[in-house]
């Protein structure tokens, strides 16, 4: 599936050509995958498992098939629905101490975010990839990126992360969070949503 195929101005704005296979596609023959990645709490380990860890990250360091860009994407949490949600519950549940322990955590969790916000931190890398001959074999373009992916994420697997990388749907909707963070809330992009957009040529 090939997206964001067309000109227009956001697109330029923002230097995208296009997304597909998974993959950006930038002007200059330039072409980046992203992956998405776990974390690991350093300050929880114990000091022997710290020095593990950061003799890993050396190694993952040195043993990189390219350069790199980390990513760290941190977002508050709207949980306004979720306690909305939580609330209207206690109406459909007929025992008395089930809709009590409902009251209870709701009114618990309204308590917790007053005057807090609660954090959401995401971690990406993104791999490049350039060459100068715009001719240049599209399988060529992701067998390339593709042997790049799999050697990060084995090296993230030694340091006990996981990775998994971002499907064109999925890079749409990191960048559409990064310019509609309020829209992202109740507007969140599906393949159903473009597939309206493309049908009725609104983008």
Not at 77 to 96: F, G, L, Q
Request: aromatic residues 10%; charged residues 30%.
């Amino acid at each position: 599936m090939t997206l964001f195929a067309k000109s227009h101005s956001s697109r330029q704005q923002i230097q995208i050509k296009k997304i597909t296979d998974n993959i950006l596609v930038l002007p200059n023959q330039e072409y980046r995958l992203i992956l998405e990645t776990s974390s690991v709490n350093f300050e929880l380990k114990s000091e022997e498992e710290q020095d593990v860890m950061i003799d890993s990250f050396q190694n993952f360091l040195n043993a990189l098939p390219c350069q790199i860009q980390i990513l760290v994407r941190v977002r508050e949490i709207d949980i306004d629905k979720y306690a909305d949600d939580v609330a209207r519950s206690k109406d459909k549940e007929k025992d008395p101490i089930y809709r009590k322990q409902i009251e209870g955590y709701s009114a618990f969790v309204k308590k917790l975010v007053t005057g807090n916000s609660i954090l959401s931190r995401r971690f990406y890398i993104v791999l490049p990839y350039h060459h100068p001959d715009r001719h240049e074999d599209w399988k060529v373009i992701k067998e390339h990126l593709h042997l790049n992916r799999d050697i990060v994420i084995k090296g993230l697997e030694r340091m006990q992360m996981r990775a998994k990388t971002l499907t064109s749907i999925e890079i749409i909707n990191l960048f559409y969070s990064f310019y509609n963070p309020e829209s992202v809330k109740t507007q969140a992009i599906t393949k159903e949503t473009l597939s309206a957009l493309f049908k009725h040529n609104y983008v």
